[in-house]
């Protein structure tokens, strides 16, 4: 009896903690009464494990964008400025402050033109030996104290109205053809000889002078030729026509 007495005692123990953790995880119905302050909680609270991987993931994605940001950042500011013509100067026009200007390079590019403020002084005042189109960079090949004179050539300048030359515009490297127009008495030195038709090339664009109202042709001759087509445009003696080259 006795053993009977205590399996039917633990049984009913059992029945009430069964009972009371069913009572415990329910949830309460509408309107129940809030459990009393101090009660001790039904569920344990649940631990949550932090994911360092993501986190040492997020780490290294702001050290790499801090990285290229500050190697933007240092490109941008380390340049160099590089001379350049702001529009086309022409063949033998003569370079001024007024023709040049500047554009920045990442450092240390390599370029063959002019570098750095003090170079400026270096250009102004320097002829160009070939057409320089705007934008186009200014290096040492491509302007010179003068203009270089062909092999043979001899450049000779000559003063015509513009009645004596084509109404199109002339340009460096144009051919043309120098002619004797009608001598007047004393206009030509005793030395110089008479000659009939000259091949030329315009060695600059043609200028006009205002002062004398005459445009300016400079023309590369034979050196043998020089002395005669420059006697003769002193004198106002010649004329000039565009050729074909043919």
């Given at each position: ?121 270096r250009?102004?005042?320097?002829i160009?030996?070939?057409?320089l ?8 090949k491509?302007?010179?104290k ?9 450049l ?31 206009t030509i ?18 200028r ?13 001759v034979?050196?043998s ?22």
């Amino acid at each position: 009896m006795a053993t009977d007495t205590v399996t039917r005692g633990t049984k009913n123990r059992r029945s009430r903690q069964t009972a009371s953790t069913a009572a415990q995880a329910a949830p309460a119905p509408a309107g129940a009464p809030e459990p009393a302050a101090g009660a001790e909680a039904a569920v344990a609270p649940v631990r949550t494990r932090r994911s360092w991987g993501y986190g040492a993931g997020a780490l290294a994605a702001i050290i790499v964008g801090g990285l290229i940001g500050a190697f933007v950042y240092t490109g941008t500011q380390h340049t160099d400025e590089v001379w350049v013509v702001r529009s086309d100067v022409p063949r033998g026009q003569t370079i001024t402050a007024q023709d040049l200007a500047v554009i920045n390079v990442a450092h240390g590019q390599h370029t063959a033109g002019f570098t750095g403020p003090a170079a400026k002084d270096r250009i102004i005042g320097k002829i160009a030996i070939v057409d320089l189109p705007g934008g186009s960079l200014v290096t040492e090949k491509s302007i010179a104290k003068t203009l270089p004179v062909p092999a043979g050539k001899s450049l000779v300048g000559i003063a015509l109205k513009t009645s004596q030359v084509p109404s199109v515009p002339l340009h460096a490297g144009d051919n043309v053809v120098i002619t004797p127009i009608a001598q007047q008495a004393g206009t030509i030195s005793a030395g110089v000889q008479k000659a009939g038709d000259v091949d030329a090339v315009v060695a600059t664009d043609p200028r006009p002078d205002s002062a004398s109202g005459t445009v300016i042709v400079n023309v590369y001759v034979t050196a043998s030729r020089a002395s005669d087509v420059a006697g003769r445009a002193a004198g106002g003696q010649v004329t000039l026509y565009l050729d074909s080259g043919e």
